[in-house]
């Protein structure tokens, strides 16, 4: 049998505590008076960066309506088939749109492929981390959970344009 | 033979071939646009460059004829950067539409951009604008920026629909394709332009938008329109059928099939009219019975009936194996000779190149496996006769709305105190019937056609039904099928209770006291062909994709396309 051996031998100011049990209170101490890290959630949220990856949303233009012409990339490339997309024609100048798209958030994973494979910049991961559901219906995002106006995910495009 | 070399390999060929044809028959396919099989050579997309030695310049595979001793390269340097160069130029007014195009995922463009291209565009010009979304006819639509103006399409109409209503106008980069002054593209033939169409400049109106190429699983079928039977693909998402697609088969269709057969002949499959569980009249009403209710009350009823009293309607929409089955429970269970089947002919319909005077798709095999009168047996006009004198009492259909398609039977069958149809959807006759057991459709079972020539070709499952799943049966499985649980919507389509024909008139014979062993369309097929002199030796592996010939007495020719 192989035991572990300490490196050294604990010398006898270590042995007897005492000093060690003050110097980590003089620590605790010293922290008690630094800036803090932590927030109180859920009173106070947390506002992750543009490189954070929340739940997928579509893009809303200013008029009102969805970039996405509903090309199906992000469902074909979404890894836990989370995606559906169910296109119809418009007459708009894109020709297309989704009359249907929804993310079954339980199969979603946030890996954000959908918004690196998107030629149209119009899925993009938001800062919503904040999911909860009580049933699988209710796991299914529809176009009505997913349009964000574009004002509230800039910041995530233009990080985007700058890194992809 | 004379032989000539392309790329190091030796390549056999008959005077009078090009190089494009000559390496085609070996396998080997060089890059080509514009050229195709059964078109004149029009050589234009200029793709198909290859380097001949000692000659100055490069040459066209699809138009230089092959000759003894040729030394042709398609991948030497000099033609690897002509066919880059073409990539260029004709990728350079080609908008960026792969995301709202329905070709993405079956595009010739798509495919060569990847395969023969170097990935990289020098063109900093605006791209030359045209008109987007032109209705050329009522089923084909036309987007001018994409046309790469390959005139696939114009050749079509020329040679092959021999209804020239393409041409092009303008010139240069402003080159595009338009009808002649107030005619419209609505040949019969008219969709095939949107299959032979190497860019998605033509697009099928009644599959716009519908789906992504790539969601959809294909199953090599036959077409139902016709006594033709057209080889198809059947293309099918959370099963429900979305279109059809023809597929090559030099003796029957070609590369080719026609609109109605394309648009008209799958969407009874998707119908909510669909007959889903067996119905049984009570009141004046059909109520959804249980299968083996349902069965034993036809039975018991049925036997209420001598012989002389029922008489059996075939159908020619059904397969040989249903048929087969309803002749046997016919002649050897009921013992009754009055069997028969409608016969459904449109003058207006055939033409001389594909479509068939005969509308339905298996006449021929019904009269071979049997479903015709016995001796002394009416038929099928005796048989309307004798329930209008009150002989036949109670009649048993399979799968043919007679009704609809004379409605002076309307009068006639309401006469009768039992009326039995097999149906895959309500309908006419069904509304006078006493019994419905849904029949599934085509698309979903296995099964031979016969078509007028005396081919039997094969119909495989495309949509499933409620007994069926779709990896255990061996059916093709896209990849949503593949991953799909019962928890996501767009993997749990709607599936009915229907069942094949056969099937369901195996459960009657049991309860007549006939045992049978079928369990699957090919162990009934393979009875068939041990009881019928015309399909002896015959099976599925046999008949494969392409249909076989059965040895009918006065062979018919094969049509030339």
């Not at chain 2, 009649?395 to 609809?404: A, C, K, T």
Request: charged fraction near 25%; glycine fraction near 6%.
């Amino acid at each position: 049998m192989n035991l572990r051996r300490r490196k050294k031998d604990l010398t006898f100011w270590e042995r007897i505590y005492i000093p060690e049990i003050i110097k980590g209170l003089a620590l605790t101490l010293r922290t008690m008076f630094k800036p803090k890290f932590t927030v109180e959630y859920p009173e106070v949220k947390f506002i992750p960066p543009a490189s954070y990856r929340g739940r997928p949303v579509l893009v809303m233009e200013e008029n009102g309506k969805e970039r996405c012409v509903a090309c199906g990339l992000c469902a074909r490339v979404c890894p836990p088939l989370a995606i559906e997309v169910q296109a119809a024609e418009t007459q708009d100048e894109k020709e297309r749109y989704p009359v249907k798209f929804e993310i079954n958030m339980i199969r979603c994973i946030f890996c954000g492929f959908c918004e690196e494979v998107c030629p149209e910049e119009a899925i993009v991961m938001s800062k919503d981390y904040e999911l909860s559901f009580s049933s699988r219906e209710e796991a299914l995002y529809g176009k009505d959970k997913l349009l964000t106006p574009i004002k509230q995910v800039q910041d995530r495009i233009d990080f985007l344009r700058h890194y992809k | 033979m004379p032989k000539f070399v392309l790329d190091g390999i030796e390549i056999e060929f008959t005077q009078g071939q090009t190089i494009m044809e000559a390496a085609k028959a070996k396998g080997i396919t060089i890059p080509h646009f514009c050229w195709h099989p059964e078109l004149s050579i029009s050589g234009n997309c200029r793709v198909c460059l290859v380097e001949v030695e000692k000659m100055p310049k490069l040459v066209i595979a699809c138009s230089t004829l092959a000759s003894d001793g040729m030394v042709v390269f398609a991948d030497s340097d000099k033609a690897v950067s002509a066919r880059n160069a073409v990539m260029e130029f004709l990728l350079i007014n080609h908008p960026l539409d792969c995301p709202i195009c329905d070709e993405a995922g079956e595009c010739k463009l798509q495919d060569y951009a990847y395969s023969h291209s170097t990935g990289e565009s020098r063109f900093v010009e605006e791209k030359v604008h045209k008109p987007k979304r032109v209705p050329l006819g009522p089923r084909v639509m036309f987007d001018a920026e994409r046309c790469i103006s390959c005139s696939r399409c114009i050749r079509f109409c020329d040679e092959i629909a021999k209804d020239p209503e393409l041409t092009f106008v303008k010139r240069g980069d402003r080159v595009t394709i338009e009808t002649y002054p107030g005619r419209e593209l609505d040949n019969p033939y008219s969709m095939n332009v949107v299959d032979i169409c190497p860019v998605g400049a033509l697009t099928s109106r009644d599959f716009r938008f519908k789906a992504r190429v790539w969601e959809l699983s294909s199953t090599k079928s036959v077409c139902y329109g016709c006594a033709r039977g057209c080889n198809t693909e059947i293309w099918v998402r959370n099963n429900e059928v979305l279109r059809l697609t023809p597929r090559y088969n030099k003796d029957v269709n070609s590369y080719w099939m026609c609109d109605h057969g394309r648009i008209n002949t799958f969407k009874f499959v998707n119908d909510p009219s669909r007959v889903d569980g067996p119905f049984m009249r009570h009141n004046d009403n059909l109520i959804r019975a249980g299968w083996d209710e349902a069965l034993s009350k036809a039975v018991s009823v049925l036997k209420h009936y001598t012989k002389e009293e029922i008489g059996f309607i075939a159908s020619p929409y059904a397969t040989c194996e249903d048929n087969f089955l309803f002749a046997q429970f016919a002649k050897n269970v009921i013992g009754s000779k009055h069997i028969d089947f409608m016969r459904h002919y449109d003058h207006s319909f055939g033409d001389d190149f594909l479509k068939q005077d005969d509308i339905s798709p298996n006449s021929k095999g019904v009269e071979l496996v049997g479903a015709v009168p016995g001796k002394g047996g009416l038929n099928f006009d005796g048989i309307m006769a004798a329930i209008k004198s009150g002989r036949i009492k109670a009649l048993y259909i399979l799968e043919d709305d007679i009704v609809s398609a004379n409605p002076e039977f309307g009068k006639i069958l309401s006469k009768l105190d039992l009326l039995i149809v097999h149906a895959t959807n309500f309908n006419k006759t069904t509304d006078l019937a006493e019994f419905v057991f849904p029949a599934s459709t085509y698309t979903a079972r296995n099964g031979i056609f016969v078509n007028f020539q005396g081919r039997a070709q094969r119909i495989r499952p495309a949509a499933s039904t409620i007994e069926q799943d779709r990896s255990l049966d061996g059916m093709s499985l896209s990849r949503l099928d593949k991953f799909g649980t019962q928890y996501d919507s767009w993997a749990t389509g709607n599936k009915r209770d229907a069942r094949s024909s056969w099937k369901i008139l195996q459960a009657l014979m049991q309860l007549y006291g006939i045992k049978q062993k079928y369990s699957l369309a090919e162990d009934v097929f393979l009875d068939i062909a041990k009881n019928i002199k015309t399909f002896h030796g015959l099976n599925y592996e046999i008949i494969g994709d392409q249909g076989s010939l059965l040895n009918l007495v006065v062979p018919e020719t094969a049509v030339k396309v």
